[in-house]
C-alpha cells in the first residue's frame, strides 16, 4: 500500500493562506492513472472532497472552494501540496490527503493519517 | 452539494451484525454505482472497505458487505468484533463538476 503523510502548520490565522504539504512513498505521483486528492473533516461533521491534481498535472476542484483553493505538484519529488487562501474558522478542520484510482471514481485506497488545521487569532 | 445522510451511531454486541444506511439522491448514490465505504480510527488513516457498492479490497474482511436500493446504501457488518468500533463514512460519485460526496459519519459501538 502506498504511504501518505501530510505536513504543514497546526494554527493559521484568519484571511491568512493555509498550506499543506503531502508526501508520497512507495510510488511516483507522475506514473500511472491516479489523483492525488485532499480531504478534510470537520469536527463532528461529515467529510468533505476538496479536489485532485492528476499524475499528468490536471485539476479539479470543489465548485464551493475553488476560488481560494489550488492544488499543484510539490517542488520536491514525490509531492503535491494544498494552498487554501483567505481563511476562516470554518476551514478547521482535519486535512487528509489520498489516493483515488484514476480508472474509477471515489476508490480512494491510501490515505495520510490526517493533520489538523486550526484557523484562529 | 448535500452530504448523504447516515445515522450518527448504531452499536450491537460482539457476534452482532449491524447495518448503517446511507441515504442520498438520484443525482448521487441513485444515479451511480460508484459508492464506496470507509473506516475511521482515531489518529489513523482511513480505510477503503467497500467500493463500487459491495466489492471488497483485497485482503479485506468478507464480515463487511454492501448494497444499493435506489438511493440508499447500506453497509453490514458481521459478526461484530471489538476492533470494529470506529467511524464509518459512505462516499459517492456526484458527477463530472463535484465530484464526490461523502456521508455525515456513523459512529459504531460495540457494547
Known amino acids: 500500500q502506498v504511504q501518505l503523510q501530510e505536513s504543514g502548520p497546526g494554527l493559521v490565522k484568519p484571511s491568512q493562506t493555509l498550506s499543506l504539504t503531502c508526501t508520497v512513498s512507495d510510488v511516483s505521483i507522475n506514473s500511472g492513472d491516479f489523483h492525488w486528492t485532499w480531504i478534510r473533516h470537520h469536527p463532528g461533521k461529515g467529510l468533505q472532497w476538496l479536489g485532485f491534481?492528476?499524475?499528468?498535472?490536471?485539476?479539479s476542484y470543489n465548485p464551493s472552494l475553488s476560488s481560494r483553493l489550488s492544488i499543484s505538484l510539490g517542488t520536491s519529488e514525490n509531492q503535491f501540496s494544498l494552498k487554501l487562501t483567505s481563511v476562516t474558522a470554518a476551514d478547521t478542520a482535519v486535512y487528509y490527503c489520498a489516493k483515488e484510482d484514476g480508472f474509477s471514481y471515489g476508490i480512494f485506497d491510501s490515505w495520510g493519517p490526517g493533520t489538523l488545521v486550526t484557523v484562529s487569532s | 452539494q448535500s452530504a448523504l445522510t447516515q445515522p450518527a451511531s448504531v452499536s450491537g454486541s460482539p457476534g452482532q451484525s449491524i447495518t448503517i444506511s446511507c441515504t442520498g439522491t438520484t443525482t448521487d448514490v441513485g444515479g451511480f454505482d460508484y459508492v464506496s465505504w470507509y473506516q475511521l480510527h482515531p489518529g489513523k488513516a482511513p480505510k477503503i472497505i467497500i467500493y463500487d457498492v459491495s466489492n471488497r479490497p483485497s485482503g479485506f474482511s468478507n464480515r463487511f458487505s454492501g448494497s444499493k436500493s435506489g438511493n440508499t446504501a447500506s453497509l453490514t457488518i458481521s459478526g461484530l468484533q471489538a476492533g470494529d468500533e470506529a467511524d464509518y463514512f459512505c462516499s459517492s460519485f456526484s458527477g463530472t463538476l463535484t465530484r464526490e460526496v461523502f456521508g455525515t459519519g456513523t459512529k459504531v459501538t460495540v457494547l
Open positions: 491534481i492528476s499524475s499528468r498535472g490536471s485539476t
